[in-house]
């Protein structure tokens, strides 16, 4: 094992320990890095002090060259920053070689968004021939992840003591460990409490507030597959995963007149911008209206 690699384990191990990254977010920055680290291999680099601006921009052209798009160039170049910074700071190297390199400019996509008919009909849904502490569990999960705007993450993480009835908000751990209140809507309030009902019936000793039959956590890649396969019922648009309820959850809002500072809040974006991407949906949506509705148009 190279020193690069060593490092890029302890930063691996930084990010989920002290800085309580997801697992999702942690896979994705093991394999970027090791692509890199794999990459400095090749040109004879194994150690920190050694990562020039020159091998960065070598690295980049070779992502190029094999036709990855802008957006998982600047993501990976992320990645790299991250990692630099760590051993930067660790004393591993003196100077920092990113310092020069900007992210490809890329044209920020505008998200696939659920149309509220379609995610009432998830909510009617018996779920088959499931059990009904099942059925309680997935109506309360999609309750949350598309009432409270959260990320599958944030959801999976939530305990029982995070949600306060009294209020009715719950407290969510998000990006970079900042907490955040975010208000259940009073529809939601009744769906979750009959799902602690019979969650706590059946496991009163779990301090998770999502448990699976074992009794355990549930983990993000199981709320996706679920996700995924309730979406697929009853649209076709292309993306099909949490983070889709949490768009189409922010969008509606806006469309139904809520304040764009007030969605931030709710989301946890730590810039205005980040937010502004769900007002060009909203425009979106109402120039179909008027396309399909104007006789003008």
């Keep these: 094992m190279t020193e690069i690699e060593k490092i890029i384990d302890l930063h691996l191990q930084e990010l989920y320990s002290i800085r309580q990254f ?120 999609f309750e949350i992840l598309y009432g409270c705007a959260i990320r599958v993450a944030e ?52 301090i998770a507030l999502f448990i699976n039959n074992n009794g355990e956590r549930v983990n993000s890649r199981w709320v996706q597959r679920v996700v995924k396969k309730y979406i697929s019922l009853v649209s076709d648009i292309k993306k099909k995963s949490p983070h889709v309820l949490r768009h189409s959850a922010a969008t509606h809002m806006l469309d139904r007149g809520a304040d764009l500072l007030t969605v931030k809040e709710i989301l946890g974006h730590e810039n205005l911008s980040t937010t502004q991407i769900y007002t060009h949906v909203s425009i979106e949506h109402l120039k179909n209206s008027y396309k399909k509705a104007h006789p003008k148009s």
Excluded: W
Excluded at 48 to 56: A, F, G, N, T, Y
Excluded at 183 to 197: F, L, M, N
């Design 22 to 141: 997801s697992e999702l977010t942690i896979d994705s920055y093991k394999i970027d890095l090791r692509q890199f680290s794999s990459f400095l291999k090749s040109i004879n680099i194994d150690a920190p002090k050694d990562v020039s601006e020159k091998s960065l921009r070598m690295f980049l052209v070779h992502l190029s060259e094999n036709n990855l798009s802008r957006a998982s160039i600047s993501r990976k170049l992320s990645c790299i920053r991250s990692f630099i910074n760590f051993a930067k700071k660790n004393n591993y190297l003196e100077k920092d070689p990113t310092l020069f390199i900007q992210n490809p400019k890329i044209k920020r996509k505008i998200p696939d968004v659920l149309p509220l008919d379609s995610y009432k009909e998830i909510i009617k849904f018996n779920f088959g021939n499931l059990k009904n502490e099942k059925i309680l569990l997935l109506k309360a999960i």
């Design 155 to 206: 959801l999976c993480s939530l305990n029982l003591s995070d949600i306060d009835f009294d209020r009715n908000v719950i407290s969510v751990l998000g990006k970079g460990s900042k907490q955040r209140y975010v208000p259940i809507g009073e529809i939601s309030v009744p769906i979750v409490k009959e799902y602690i009902k019979h969650r706590d019936f059946f496991k009163p000793n779990s």
